[in-house]
């Protein structure tokens, strides 16, 4: 049996599927991704621009970064490989899709069991209250955004130095336990904790697919790595 023939029957006699997916899997939708070829942070420092010290320093300037690109995610679509997930959570009993964007992209093409490791471009949270409220408008009328209580805003993501939402972790990592299936898609694997679930699924039991255009920490110790487009990829893996 092929490689895809053969993960594709580990997929469809999972009971739990769970899905780790990164940058790279929104590539094929025009955004830009952090580490490679055309990717933010050979352009930008992520010290200038995703830190608390950062946004401290010079808030407004963070805030352009992160209007670009909102604005640039707002007039992009969803592509095959999001709608590959899609589909596979309608046919698995149990399914769960851990991300590490922010872009909204997977609850946009239609994923309803999402959790956003690294939360989520379109909220805002109030630095002083910590009142969220979400906005969608591109561009945002004034930067920073202000709350109902006269304080500024901060994008509703977590930045480096800071830790993930714990609720959000614990899903995470009850998923991935869980899983009898784990896909990795289009992550580089560099950033802890998110990248720790990839061996959290391997000695938990699950069978491990790696879909990526490059080799990543853990190809080695997958049980499959496919190297090519997520957007090519997914489709086949979870066709019936
Ligand atoms: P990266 O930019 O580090 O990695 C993107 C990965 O996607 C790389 O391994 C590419 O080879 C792969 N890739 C690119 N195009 C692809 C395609 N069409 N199909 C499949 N794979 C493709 O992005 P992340 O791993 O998501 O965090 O980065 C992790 C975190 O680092 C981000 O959430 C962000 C960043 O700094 C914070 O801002 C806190």
């Known amino acids: 049996m092929g490689s895809v023939n053969l993960a594709r029957k580990w997929i469809r006699e999972a009971a739990v599927v ?3 997916t990164g940058a790279g899997i929104s590539a094929e939708s025009g955004i830009p991704t952090f580490r490679g070829p055309g990717g933010l942070w050979k352009q930008f420092r992520p010290e200038d621009l995703a830190t608390p010290e950062a946004f401290a ?8 970064w992160y209007d670009w690109r909102r604005t640039l995610i707002a007039a992009a679509e969803p592509n095959a490989g999001h709608a590959a997930l899609v589909q596979l959570e309608r046919a698995r009993p149990s399914f769960t899709l851990i991300t590490q964007n922010v872009d909204g992209l997977h609850e946009r093409a239609g994923t309803r069991n999402v959790v956003k490791l690294h939360g989520d471009l379109w909220t805002l949270r109030c630095t002083v209250c910590h009142r969220e409220r979400r906005d969608e408008r591109t561009p945002l009328p004034e930067l920073p955004p202000r709350c109902e209580c006269g304080a500024p805003m901060r994008p509703g993501v977590v930045w480096f130095g800071e830790t993930l939402p714990p609720d ?13 299936v784990f896909l990795v898609v289009g992550t580089s694997a560099v950033v802890y904790p998110a990248a720790g679930l990839i061996p959290l699924a391997k000695s938990s039991g699950a069978r491990v697919i790696e879909c990526n255009m490059e080799e990543t920490p853990f190809s080695a110790q997958v049980d499959r790595a496919f190297r ?10 979870v066709a019936s």
């Open 18 to 20: 769970t899905a780790l």
């Open 57 to 64: 320093r010079d808030p407004k300037l963070v805030w352009e």
């Open 168 to 180: 959000a972790w614990e899903r995470a990592e009850a998923a991935t336990r869980a899983a009898n």
């Open 228 to 237: 090519g487009a997520a957007g090519e990829l997914l489709p086949q893996l």
